[in-house]
T-cell receptor, first 112, second 115 residues
Framework: DQQVKQNSPSLSVQEGRISILNCDYT??????FLWYKKYPAEGPTFLIS?????DKNEDGRFTVFLNKSAKHLSLHIVPSQPGDSAVYFC???????????FGTGTRLKVLA | GAGVSQSPSNKVTEKGKDVELRCDPI?????LYWYRQSLGQGLEFLIY????????KSGLPSDRFSAERTGGSVSTLTIQRTQQEDSAVYLC?????????????FGPGTRLTVL
């Protein structure tokens, strides 16, 4: 049973436009969420995080929004750049089991 | 400073053989995690270490999988009698401490192929 879901396996966006990557979770006890970016043949790298006490966190071109009532978070990238093309993983910290639970990833392609 | 390193980067083995995967975490990081990513899947948690101890081994898929960490540093993940379904990329990550707010730093992974 997938506790963290990324229902869009892929997304294509034109350079300069906004990229919106979505993530849904099922466990209301998750209290910390992270986004990682992964290039081919490399390990994931941390991008941005958000605590459940917030509903928005911004870092440059990247903003993460959290809607606790809907158990939904999203990552906005604006403006999108070709170098943003990668697989993006959403992850949740389960403080009950002391584990990070990862989604299956969304492959973003930014078209020049 | 140096990041997380893993070796080998690629491993091809025959079904039934044992393999050992190595992870060198960032110096000073007390928490170390092993994940695997099968084709088309997300990152599947396997095990984590806090220092040399593994509080939670529930993610290990079967008793053919084992892991150890010595000296609070290097960790090895051993898969005995490998099966074709063990083929995946095995990722190691470390963080300063075990906890949700501490960023995990990932290594490049070991791609294991079991023929």
């Amino acid at each position: 049973d997938q506790q963290v879901k990324q229902n869009s396996p892929s997304l294509s966006v034109q350079e300069g436009r906004i990229s919106i990557l979505n993530c849904d979770y099922t466990n209301s006890m998750f209290d910390y969420f992270l986004w990682y970016k992964k290039y081919p043949a490399e390990g994931p790298t941390f991008l941005i995080s958000i605590s459940s006490i917030k509903d928005k966190n911004e870092d440059g071109r990247f903003t993460v929004f959290l809607n606790k009532s809907a158990k939904h978070l999203s990552l906005h990238i604006v403006p999108s750049q070709p170098g943003d093309s990668a697989v993006y993983f959403c992850a949740a910290w389960d403080s009950g089991t002391y584990k990070y639970i990862f989604g299956t990833g969304t492959r973003l392609k930014v078209l020049a | 400073g140096a990041g997380v390193s893993q070796s080998p980067s690629n491993k091809v083995t025959e079904k039934g053989k044992d393999v050992e995967l190595r992870c060198d975490p960032i110096s000073g990081h007390t928490a170390l995690y092993w994940y695997r990513q099968s084709l088309g899947q997300g990152l599947e948690f396997l095990i984590y270490f806090q220092g040399n101890s593994a509080p939670d081994k529930s993610g290990l898929p079967s008793d053919r999988f084992s892991a150890e960490r010595t000296g609070g540093s290097v960790s090895t993940l051993t898969i005995q009698r490998t099966q074709q379904e063990d083929s995946a990329v095995y990722l190691c990550a470390s963080s300063p401490a075990a906890g949700g707010t501490d960023t995990q730093y990932f290594g490049p992974g070991t791609r294991l192929t079991v023929l």
